[in-house]
C-alpha cells in the first residue's frame, strides 16, 4: 500500500513492520537539497582542495547564502566579517562546514507548513533549537560531539514527529489527545496508539538522506538509551539536552512533561546530577543565543 496523502488511514492493531512498510511507500518525503548529496561525496576525499568543497556549496544560492547568514552571526562569534564559502571553510574547517549544511538543509527541508492546534511547528522549532543549543554548550564542555556534531543531533533528535505531522496527521491528533487525555509523555502514547514513535519514523527519514550513522543512532535511540551503544556518548548527550530543555520550557516537545534521565547518562558522560545545575546561567544564555539563530533559520 502506498501513502500519497497526508491522511491516510494507520489502524491502531498494525504493526510497527506494517507501519514502516507504509512509510516507505510515501512519494513525497522530505528530501534534502542536492547540495547535502554533494558536499558527501566530495569529503569521502580528505584531501579535496577547498576550492572544490566551495563549488560544490555554491552551487546552490539559497544554502550559501543561509550559511553565510549563520556563519557571520554572533553563533560562530568570528572576529570579522566572512564574505565568502571558501573563507568560511578556510576559517572553520570543512567538517563544520559540512554540519552547517546539514542544519540548514534540514531547516529548508522541514519547515514550511504552517502551524496548527494540534502540531506548532514554531514550539517544535524552538525546542530542537533550545536542545541543540544546549547540546553544543555541554558538548563543547565534556568533549562529546566534534565539529557542531552536538548542534545537529540535538536539532534533528525529534525530525520524525514532522514526518508523523505531515503525513500522518490525523494519529498526530490521537496521540496529541492521548498524551492529554492520560497524562503521559508523546512517546509513550505514540507506543500506545500507533505501536510505532517518531524515533523509528525519524530514523528511517535519516536513513533515506544518508545522515551519518551517528546521527541515525540519536534519532532511533534518544529515548531508548544504553551505555553499549557504539554513539552512547552522543546518544547521551541528546537525553540530558532534551530533559534540559523541557525542564527550562524551550518550546515544545509535544507535551508538557519532563522525561526521567535514565541514570547511566551521568556515568557516560562522566558528570554529576548537579553539574547542569551549577551551569544553568550559562545554557540559558545558550537558550537565549538558540532564539536569535532560529529566526535566521526560519527566513
Same mark, same amino acid.
Given at each position: 500500500?502506498?501513502?500519497?496523502?497526508?491522511?491516510?488511514?494507520?489502524?491502531?492493531?498494525?504493526?510497527?513492520?506494517?507501519? =514502516? !512498510?507504509?512509510?516507505?511507500?510515501?512519494?513525497?518525503?522530505?528530501?534534502?537539497?542536492?547540495?547535502? +548529496?554533494?558536499?558527501?561525496?566530495?569529503?569521502?576525499?580528505?584531501?579535496?582542495?577547498?576550492?572544490?568543497?566551495?563549488?560544490?556549496?555554491?552551487?546552490?544560492?539559497?544554502?550559501?547564502?543561509?550559511?553565510?547568514?549563520?556563519?557571520?552571526?554572533?553563533?560562530? $562569534? &568570528?572576529?570579522?566579517?566572512?564574505?565568502?564559502?571558501?573563507?568560511?571553510?578556510?576559517?572553520? $574547517?570543512?567538517?563544520? &562546514?559540512?554540519?552547517?549544511?546539514?542544519?540548514?538543509?534540514? @531547516?529548508?527541508?522541514?519547515?514550511?507548513?504552517?502551524?496548527?492546534?494540534?502540531?506548532?511547528?514554531?514550539?517544535?522549532?524552538?525546542?530542537?533549537?533550545?536542545?541543540?543549543?544546549?547540546?553544543?554548550?555541554?558538548?563543547?564542555? #565534556?568533549?562529546?560531539?566534534?565539529?557542531?556534531?552536538? @548542534?545537529? +543531533? $540535538?536539532?534533528?533528535?525529534?525530525?520524525?514527529?514532522?514526518?508523523?505531522?505531515?503525513? @500522518?496527521?490525523?494519529?498526530?491528533?490521537?496521540?496529541?489527545?492521548?498524551?492529554?487525555?492520560?497524562?503521559?509523555?508523546?512517546? !509513550?502514547?505514540?507506543?500506545?496508539?500507533?505501536?510505532?514513535?517518531?524515533?523509528?519514523? $525519524?530514523?528511517? #527519514? +535519516?536513513?533515506?538522506?544518508? =545522515?551519518?550513522?551517528? /546521527?541515525?543512532?540519536?534519532?532511533?535511540?534518544?529515548?531508548?538509551?544504553?551505555?553499549? /551503544?557504539?554513539?552512547?556518548?552522543?546518544?547521551?548527550?541528546?537525553?540530558?539536552?532534551?530533559?534540559?530543555?523541557?525542564?527550562?520550557?524551550?518550546?515544545?516537545?509535544?507535551?508538557?512533561?519532563?522525561?526521567?534521565?535514565?541514570?547511566?547518562?551521568?556515568?557516560?558522560?562522566? *558528570?554529576?546530577?548537579?553539574?547542569?545545575?551549577?551551569?544553568?546561567?550559562?545554557?540559558?544564555?545558550?537558550?537565549?543565543?538558540?532564539?536569535? *539563530?532560529?529566526?535566521?533559520?526560519?527566513?
Amino acid at each position: 500500500m502506498s501513502l500519497t496523502t497526508e491522511t491516510t488511514a494507520v489502524p491502531v492493531s498494525v504493526t510497527r513492520e506494517e507501519i =514502516l !512498510q507504509q512509510l516507505k511507500g510515501i512519494r513525497d518525503l522530505p528530501t534534502l537539497p542536492t547540495v547535502f +548529496a554533494g558536499i558527501l561525496r566530495a569529503l569521502r576525499n580528505p584531501n579535496i582542495p577547498v576550492k572544490e568543497v566551495a563549488r560544490v556549496v555554491e552551487a546552490d544560492q539559497a544554502i550559501s547564502l543561509k550559511i553565510l547568514q549563520l556563519i557571520n552571526s554572533s553563533f560562530y $562569534g &568570528l572576529s570579522r566579517s566572512v564574505d565568502s564559502v571558501h573563507q568560511a571553510i578556510v576559517l572553520l $574547517g570543512a567538517q563544520t &562546514l559540512k554540519n552547517v549544511v546539514i542544519s540548514a538543509s534540514v @531547516f529548508k527541508s522541514l519547515s514550511g507548513r504552517e502551524s496548527d492546534e494540534v502540531f506548532n511547528r514554531g514550539l517544535f522549532w524552538q525546542h530542537a533549537m533550545g536542545c541543540g543549543m544546549i547540546c553544543r554548550y555541554l558538548g563543547n564542555r #565534556l568533549g562529546v560531539g566534534r565539529d557542531e556534531e552536538g @548542534f545537529i +543531533a $540535538g536539532i534533528i533528535h525529534d525530525c520524525g514527529k514532522v514526518v508523523l505531522d505531515r503525513h @500522518f496527521h490525523d494519529h498526530l491528533v490521537r496521540v496529541v489527545e492521548c498524551v492529554k487525555r492520560e497524562r503521559i509523555s508523546f512517546y !509513550q502514547a505514540e507506543q500506545q496508539e500507533l505501536g510505532i514513535s517518531h524515533t523509528d519514523i $525519524g530514523a528511517y #527519514l +535519516a536513513e533515506t538522506w544518508s =545522515l551519518p550513522d551517528k /546521527l541515525v543512532q540519536v534519532i532511533a535511540r534518544h529515548h531508548s538509551f544504553q551505555p553499549d /551503544l557504539e554513539h552512547a556518548e552522543l546518544v547521551a548527550l541528546v537525553q540530558l539536552s532534551d530533559m534540559l530543555a523541557r525542564r527550562y520550557r524551550v518550546g515544545s516537545g509535544g507535551d508538557d512533561l519532563v522525561p526521567a534521565l535514565d541514570p547511566r547518562v551521568w556515568g557516560t558522560l562522566r *558528570l554529576n546530577p548537579t553539574d547542569p545545575e551549577a551551569w544553568e546561567e550559562e545554557i540559558q544564555g545558550e537558550i537565549v543565543k538558540g532564539k536569535q *539563530l532560529l529566526n535566521l533559520m526560519l527566513t
